[in-house]
């Protein structure tokens, strides 16, 4: 078994992608609501920024198909998803063809105190008004502070490690 070292080279996409493929993840689908019309995307790039006060960013890429909506919108909720939520993750992920309003028909949406999309049977929702946002590269950090959180009774969370769902 042999060690890539890359200290000095420029990385590669692909070299940087099977890298990070092994940084694993909870899966959540981060939603909203603009004009009337319910938005969402599947991101593992979410993590917490600070408890005081609550802030969390989640990254969406600016060639999205929803980020049109989500650069106009000051509220969202990142939905953590459960084991058994695979088919949530891959419907929000894209590639299937199915119209974005329609995606809210798979799970149990209810409307947030924002009025944003909430999936009621994640793991856990972080409700966030919108504090910043920094482009990087592809993407935009948006950087949401958490203004409400509804947790499920039920242990567990998914998680996405090596190009594979985990249940963990």
């Known amino acids: 078994m042999g060690i890539v070292d890359h200290r000095f080279d420029i990385v590669d996409k692909a070299s940087f992608r099977n890298g990070m493929s092994r940084l694993g993840s909870a899966v959540s689908v981060t ?11 599947t991101a593992s790039a979410v993590c917490s920024v600070s408890d005081t ?3 969390l960013l ?4 600016r060639a999205s198909s929803c980020f049109q909506a989500f650069d106009k919108v000051r509220h969202f909720c990142v939905n953590t998803l459960m084991p058994g939520q695979e088919d949530i993750s891959n419907l929000f992920g894209g590639g299937t063809g199915t119209l974005m ?9 209810q409307e947030g105190i924002t009025g944003v999309p909430v999936l009621a049977n994640a793991s856990v929702s972080f409700e966030c008004e919108l504090s910043n946002a920094v482009d990087e590269a592809t993407h935009r950090i948006l950087f949401g502070r958490v203004i409400n959180i509804r947790e499920n009774d ?6 996405y490690c090596k190009r594979r769902y985990l249940n963990g």
């Open 58 to 61: 989640v990254c969406i890429n």
């Open 31 to 41: 939603s909203t609501i603009h004009n009337g019309q319910r938005y969402g995307f």
């Open 154 to 159: 039920e242990e567990g969370t998914l998680l």
């Open 101 to 109: 309003e329609d995606r809210f028909l798979l799970g149990d949406w």
């Open 53 to 55: 006060p609550a802030t």
